[in-house]
């Protein structure tokens, strides 16, 4: 059973930095591309960042490139998102995704197959 587990969400100011992880079992994580995908309340998802199996090809959606930075260890099952100049409009849940490893690593949220259960983050002062 595929399972993607998203922690280090939390509360921070305007400015400040998270990392987010997300810990993976239940398939060969070194197969999968992987997505962070967020989604605000009362709003649609969004794709934020994609990175490829091999942990060599990243991608990132206009919102947070130069910000956010997408890593994996795939000797650790385990999919990171680094949080920097965090705003207000970063508040939402934030997902991990997955699926299998393509020629090309999807842009789009609704391509990936499997999801997590999400972390909240909110930016407040």
């Known amino acids: 059973e595929v399972q993607l587990q998203a922690s280090g969400g939390g509360l921070v100011q305007p400015g400040g930095s998270l990392r987010l992880s997300c810990a993976a079992s239940?398939?060969?994580?070194?197969?999968?591309?992987m997505s962070w995908i967020r989604q605000g309340a009362g709003e649609g998802v969004e794709w934020l960042a994609a990175?490829?199996?091999?942990?060599?090809?990243?991608y990132y959606a206009d919102s947070v490139k130069g910000r956010f930075t997408i890593s994996r260890d795939n000797a650790k099952n385990t999919l990171y998102l680094q949080m920097n100049s965090l705003k207000p409009e970063d508040t939402a849940v934030y997902y991990c995704?997955?699926?299998?490893?393509?020629?090309?690593?999807?842009?789009?949220?609704?391509?990936?197959?499997?999801w997590g259960q999400g972390t909240q983050v909110t930016v407040s002062s």
């Open positions: 995704a997955a699926v299998p490893a393509r020629t090309r690593v999807p842009t789009v949220a609704q391509e990936y197959d499997y």
């Open positions: 990175i490829n199996s091999g942990g060599v090809s990243t």
């Open positions: 239940g398939f060969a994580f070194n197969n999968y591309d």
